[in-house]
Every structure is written in structure tokens, then in C-alpha cells.
């Protein structure tokens, strides 16, 4: 069995997460070998062979460009499976694979199982099992899911030179992060605030539990979206990663972009009403109540 | 110019969800159903723009699945949508991606839409695939969650949000499909006024069998609560108790509360 990995590169550098292709593609007992669009020094540390086709001449992500490179490779190595990140590259390049070979895509893998692949669904608190039923496949991966592989190893590189047309999305650049408001990142106590809270009124007695406790505010991506608090609060992968010794969770669900965000923390403490929430698998207390009622009460007595 | 907005139609994800008999998709009875989330943003982002081009635009809202879909299209057309498209299709739930998006792009075809709109993901099944599917099947430009978009002479300037908040630049030229992302902009509720007016918008319904010709190509197999690791505390009942016990075991497990 074959695997062909798509690695992701970013802003002149290949990004972490490609290692984790590598993991993933070990426990599926898969031989392997990559593709990157980037420059040479990025090359992941590796055996087998990596196609590289530059970035300067493709586009850092330019989607029509990238399909056909990555097509090209495809087409060389063969593989059983084309393998990429669940990431904002990945779920956008993965289905033109497939729509391209006309092949089944998993996408959002967690695990693998005995009869295909696992992805999490309803917000986390399911699981599907899905079994590609054409003899190729584009998977992509959940990101923390599999442990990035130690960099080991060197490739055979061969070139891939593409000219192709550029045409219909044209990438003009990136837009930096904003600047923060605050650096979660070194906080020791985080309290979060998710879309359980119910309003934005809400959101001082959130705020006064973290400060009793001597930490920062969090929150989670509906409650930023909706503009309760500013976005450098926002804890997940499009947020901040954090590292507290306790994060508090007030009404938030788990879901997998949140928990990506915050599951280095040392001790997890979630506020929820539902028992089932996913949010339930990584904390180390969950107590079961209504977050407006537990929370002062909690603040009450820790002020004592 | 014709604007298309492809949405679906979700339980509650607070729900509790159990498995079907089947085994392969959850058990429907006792859930709550609402549109899907981030079809709430492509729906509230095609209003704008048909809006921002003085009402010029036809917007079409299509969904596919049973007959309570009905719903969320009124919903969508009581947000701003012209017409409604309903695909009746009572297995829905078992086709994968690409036979959904076989059967949009069959629809879509052949009526020339200029820009369609849909979610990233679902909020139930988060494929995230069905949007670009469509777009590929359909051989047009099609860019990824979109967190801002703004139109002007067949041009859309967007940003895709990439990780840890840094963005990607894009320009795409019509025709084109965008997914939206959460954030995009700030869906509005349908007022009284245009829920009883969105009632004489008209719904066409076409039979799945009419559009689907593809088989699946990654079937689910199974559907299941993931294992539950075994470990942490869970605190129920009484809310003094609960506080006390919280903060006994703060006090012994952290630093930080010493
Ligand atoms: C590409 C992408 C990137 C994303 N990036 C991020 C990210 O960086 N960060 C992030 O957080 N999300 C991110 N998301 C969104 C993520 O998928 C979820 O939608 C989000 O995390 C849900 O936030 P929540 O838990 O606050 O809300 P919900 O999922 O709505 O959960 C609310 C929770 O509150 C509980 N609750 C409700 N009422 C009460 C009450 N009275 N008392 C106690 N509990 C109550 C409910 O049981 C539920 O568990 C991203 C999504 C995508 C697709």
C-alpha cells in the first residue's frame, strides 16, 4: 500500500503538521512519499521520495495550480492513498483531488478502524466510520490527531516543473494576525467563556470568576464571532493555543477546533449542562449545572 | 445576475444523538431542527450583496432532504431569498458527498448562476467537501472559508481564514462558488413583515431520482458514541456541594489556588 502525502508549506516554511501525515501513514502500514510546493530547504526529513515543485513558480496556494502539481505527483507515484492535513489548505485543495480522479474523500480522520476511517461528527460528540469504496482515495487528517512523527531521514527529491495556468482564484498575499489585546499564551489561569453563557451581559460574571482566580478571560469562537469579546481571546485553532495550569470552560461544547486550542492545559475544570458534551473527554472535573448559576456561586466562595 | 445559496438542515447539537437502527446515521425522532450555521452566513451574505446591487439579483435557496427542509428554506427565504428549491430526498442522510454534490451541480447545470454561496461544513456530518465539489463539478472558481466578501464588476476580493488568525488574500472572478465561514458577517432574523411575505414566495420541488445518477464513493459504515476515556471527576446535584467539593479538589490538584 501506497501513500502520498501532501505537505503543507506556508510563508517560505513547511508547517509541523506534515510530520503528522507521516504517523498517520505508519499506522495504516502505508510506504511512503511526499509532495511539496515549496523550496528545497523545506523538504521534510524523510525516507522515500519527495516530489518538489517550487513555490515561487506555483504559488504559495494558488488552487488550480496546486491540484494539477499535485495531480502530476499522483500520476508518478501512484499511491493507494493521498493524504493531507484537515487544515485551511487541505479541505480546500482535497476535494479538487478528488473531484478531478473521480475517488472518495474522508475528510476530518481521527482514527482508524477496523473497516475504514473515523471522523468525528455532530460537533464532536459522534463518531462515523467511512470506507472509501474507489481503490484510491484523498484523505485528510485531524490535526493533533495522530503525534507528528520525529523528522528522520532523507528523501530522494525529484523536481516537478508546472506552468500552469493561473487562473480563477488568484491568492494576493496573507493578512497577519491582529495585534493581541492580551497574550493568553502566558497565562496561568484561563476562563473561557463559550456560547452557553447566553449573552453578552453575561460576560462580567465570567470575567470576575477570572479575576478570583488571577487569570484571564477566554473565549470561545461564537462568543468573539458575536463580538461579547475581542478576537485575542478566542482559544482554538484559529485562535490562540494555549497552556494554562486551569482553563475553566463556562459553556463550551469541545468541539475540535476548541479543544485544539486549549488541551496542553494542565487541569481542566468544565461548567455544562449537558453531561454529554465533549468537552467532558478532556477535562479533569465537569460539573454538571447551569454555568450562570454555578459560576457566581463558585466566585462567592473562592472570594472567602 | 442569478445567485444560488445551497443550505442543509441540522438537529440541535445539543441534542442527544443515538444511533438509527441502521446503525449508520443518528435516530431523527425527538430532535430539534434548525438551519445549519454556517448556512446562515452564506444565506445572509448572498441577501447583502443582492441588496448592495439594488434588488437586481435573483437568489435561489436550495436544500436537499425530507419534507422538514421546507422549513429552513422558508427561513431563508423570509432572510431575503426569491424562490426556493427543494430537492425531496428522504435518504439524504445516507448519500456522501459526492452524490450530494452531484445532485446540486446537476440542478445547478444548466440555469447559469453568476455566484453560489454555501457553508463550509455541516454542522451534523462537517464533510466540509460539498462546496468545492460542486464548484469542481461545475467547473468554476471556488474559494474556502470565507470570513469577509465583497463584490464589485465580477470581481470578488474575499479573505480565507487560515490557522492562528492569519488570513489569506484571495480574488475570484464570476462564475464562482465561496463557503462561508463562521464570522462572516452577522446573519439577521427574519422579521414578522417578511415571514408572511416569504409564505407567496414560490417552492419547487424535484424528486432526488430525477437528479442523482452517481453512486457513492465513501460510504459510511457505522455511526457510534465515541469511547468515553475513563478518568476525570463529574460533579452533579446540589450547587453548594458541587462548589465545595470544586474547590477542595482546586486546592489539592493545582498550584494555583493554594
Ligand atoms: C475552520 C474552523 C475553525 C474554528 N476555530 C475555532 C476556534 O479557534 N475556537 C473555537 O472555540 N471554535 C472554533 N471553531 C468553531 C467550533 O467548531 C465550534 O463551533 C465552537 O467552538 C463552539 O463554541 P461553544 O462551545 O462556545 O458553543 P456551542 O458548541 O454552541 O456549545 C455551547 C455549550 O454550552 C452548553 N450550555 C448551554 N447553556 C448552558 C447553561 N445554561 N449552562 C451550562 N452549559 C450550557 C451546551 O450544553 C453546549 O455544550 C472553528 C470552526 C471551524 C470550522
Known amino acids: 500500500m501506497k501513500a502520498l502525502l501532501v505537505c503543507e508549506y506556508r510563508e517560505g516554511q513547511l508547517l509541523e503538521t506534515t510530520y503528522e501525515l507521516m504517523t498517520f501513514a505508519d499506522q495504516l502500514g502505508a510506504e511512503k512519499a511526499a509532495i511539496l510546493i515549496g523550496d528545497e530547504e523545506s523538504v521534510p526529513q524523510m525516507d522515500g521520495t519527495v516530489y518538489l515543485a517550487e513555490a515561487a513558480g506555483c504559488g504559495e496556494y494558488n488552487p488550480a495550480v496546486h491540484k494539477q502539481v499535485v495531480l502530476a505527483a499522483i500520476e508518478k507515484e501512484k499511491p493507494d492513498y493521498i493524504i493531507l492535513s484537515h487544515s485551511s489548505y487541505g479541505w480546500d485543495l482535497a476535494p479538487r483531488l478528488a473531484a478531478a480522479l473521480k475517488i472518495g474523500q474522508v475528510t476530518e480522520i481521527v482514527g482508524i478502524v477496523e473497516d475504514g476511517f473515523e471522523a468525528g461528527c455532530c460537533n464532536a460528540k459522534m463518531r462515523r466510520a467511512v470506507t472509501p469504496s474507489t481503490s484510491q482515495a484523498v484523505l485528510t487528517v485531524q490535526a493533533g490527531a495522530f503525534a507528528a512523527a520525529t523528522p528522520q531521514g532523507a528523501p530522494a527529491v525529484e523536481r516537478i516543473d508546472i506552468s500552469a495556468d493561473t487562473q480563477g482564484v488568484v491568492f494576493k498575499g496573507y493578512e497577519p494576525a491582529e495585534k493581541k489585546e492580551v497574550d493568553l499564551a502566558r497565562a496561568e489561569v484561563i476562563v473561557s467563556a463559550g456560547r452557553g453563557i447566553g449573552k453578552k451581559d453575561n460576560i462580567p460574571v465570567i470575567a470576575e470568576l477570572a479575576k478570583v482566580m488571577g487569570g484571564e478571560l477566554g473565549a470561545s469562537r461564537p462568543v468573539v464571532d458575536a463580538g461579547w469579546v475581542d478576537h485575542s481571546r478566542q482559544v482554538g485553532t484559529t485562535g490562540q493555543t494555549v497552556a494554562p495550569k486551569l482553563y475553566v470552560a463556562c459553556g463550551v461544547s469541545g468541539a475540535i477546533q476548541h479543544l485544539a486550542g486549549m488541551k496542553k492545559s494542565d487541569f481542566v475544570v468544565a461548567i455544562n449542562k449537558d453531561k454529554d458534551a465533549p468537552i467532558g473527554e478532556v477535562a479533569d472535573v465537569l460539573v454538571v449545572a447551569d454555568v450562570m448559576q454555578f459560576v457566581p456561586a463558585l466566585t462567592e466562595a473562592l472570594q472567602k | ?258
Request: hydrophobic share 45%; with cysteine.
Open chain 2, 1 to 258: 445576475m442569478k445567485l444560488l445559496v445551497c443550505i442543509k438542515q441540522v438537529p440541535d447539537m445539543e441534542s442527544r444523538f443515538r444511533p438509527a437502527a441502521d446503525g449508520l446515521w443518528f435516530d431523527e425522532s425527538d430532535l430539534a431542527w434548525r438551519m445549519n450555521e454556517y448556512d446562515e452566513y452564506a444565506v445572509e451574505q448572498a441577501v447583502q450583496l443582492k441588496e448592495q446591487l439594488g434588488k437586481e439579483p435573483e437568489l435561489t435557496v436550495l436544500s436537499i432532504g425530507p419534507d422538514r427542509v421546507v422549513e429552513a428554506l422558508k427561513k431563508a427565504l423570509a432572510m431575503g431569498g426569491d424562490r426556493a428549491v427543494h430537492i425531496q430526498d428522504n435518504a439524504a442522510h445516507l448519500k456522501d458527498p459526492w452524490q450530494i454534490a452531484s445532485m446540486i451541480s446537476r440542478y445547478a447545470g444548466d440555469k447559469g448562476f453568476d455566484l453560489i454561496f454555501t457553508g463550509m461544513q455541516s454542522q451534523d456530518r462537517g464533510s466540509a467537501q460539498v462546496g468545492v465539489l460542486v464548484a469542481e463539478m461545475l467547473r468554476i472558481a471556488s474559494a474556502t472559508t470565507l470570513v469577509d466578501f465583497n463584490y464589485a464588476d465580477g470581481l470578488i476580493q474575499g479573505k480565507r481564514e487560515l490557522e492562528g488568525g492569519v488570513k489569506g488574500l484571495v480574488e475570484l472572478q464570476l462564475p464562482a462558488l465561496v463557503t462561508c465561514q463562521l464570522g462572516l458577517n452577522t446573519p439577521r432574523y427574519p422579521t414578522l413583515p417578511n415571514i408572511m411575505k416569504a409564505k407567496r414566495k414560490p417552492i419547487e420541488t424535484i424528486a432526488a431520482d430525477e437528479l442523482l445518477s452517481e453512486g457513492a464513493l465513501a460510504p459510511a459504515t457505522k455511526f457510534y458514541a465515541p469511547e468515553r476515556k475513563a478518568g476525570g471527576m463529574v460533579l452533579e446535584g446540589d450547587l453548594s456541594g458541587m462548589v465545595e467539593k470544586l474547590v477542595g479538589v482546586l486546592k489539592e490538584k493545582t498550584a494555583v489556588l493554594r
